[in-house]
């Protein structure tokens, strides 16, 4: 865990957030998702918090959902599940990959594959729920683009999030 205890220190700016993305790293790789904090075994934040060397006292917090999603982005792009590795694997480019996601999407939103305008599912538990006993089914799209950030310090890098300014 050294080499992602540094990993983890050069892309985050306080213990909180450090704590919070290194979670979100090892619930990635046990359970393939991002689990809820609640999902995450004691015994599994008292590893992480040792290997980043926080107090005792140091708890599951959450980070906000913005600084959530660039965590998500973040531990996607080092697992490698982004639309690079998805071209690699399907012998195509990834600009190929991107434009098949943006071509399906509306195709299975006239098939009823869609979510309501506005609704955000944030975990594995918000999909379910949304679901419901009605039997139906989800595609989901877990892949991400590789986007250069600005250096960190650099005063654009807070707008920064997905790869998307603004």
């Not at 050294?2 to 290194?22: N, Q």
């Not at 071509?103 to 679901?131: K, M, N, Y």
């Not at 989800?138 to 998307?164: C, M, N, Q, W």
Request: proline share 7%.
């Amino acid at each position: 865990m050294p080499e992602e205890v540094d990993w983890v220190e050069k892309r985050t700016g306080s213990p909180e957030s450090c704590f919070a993305l290194a979670l979100a790293l090892k619930g990635f790789q046990k359970m393939a998702r991002f689990p809820s904090p609640d999902e995450i075994p004691e015994v599994v934040i008292d590893h992480v918090r040792r290997c980043l060397e926080l107090p005792e006292d140091a708890g599951r917090t959450m980070a906000p959902p913005a600084s959530a999603k660039a965590h998500r982005k973040l531990v996607r792009q080092r697992q490698g599940v982004t639309h690079d590795v998805l071209g690699c694997r399907f012998g195509v480019d990834r600009s190929t990959v991107t434009r098949a996601i943006h071509q399906i999407r509306p195709l299975l939103a006239e098939r009823g594959c869609s979510i309501t305008a506005g609704r955000r599912l944030r975990t594995l538990a918000d999909v379910v729920s949304h679901l419901g006993s009605s039997g139906q089914e989800a595609i989901l799209d877990a892949t991400g683009i590789r986007v250069r950030r600005p250096a960190a310090g650099a005063p654009e890098r807070d707008r920064f999030i997905s790869g998307k300014a603004g």
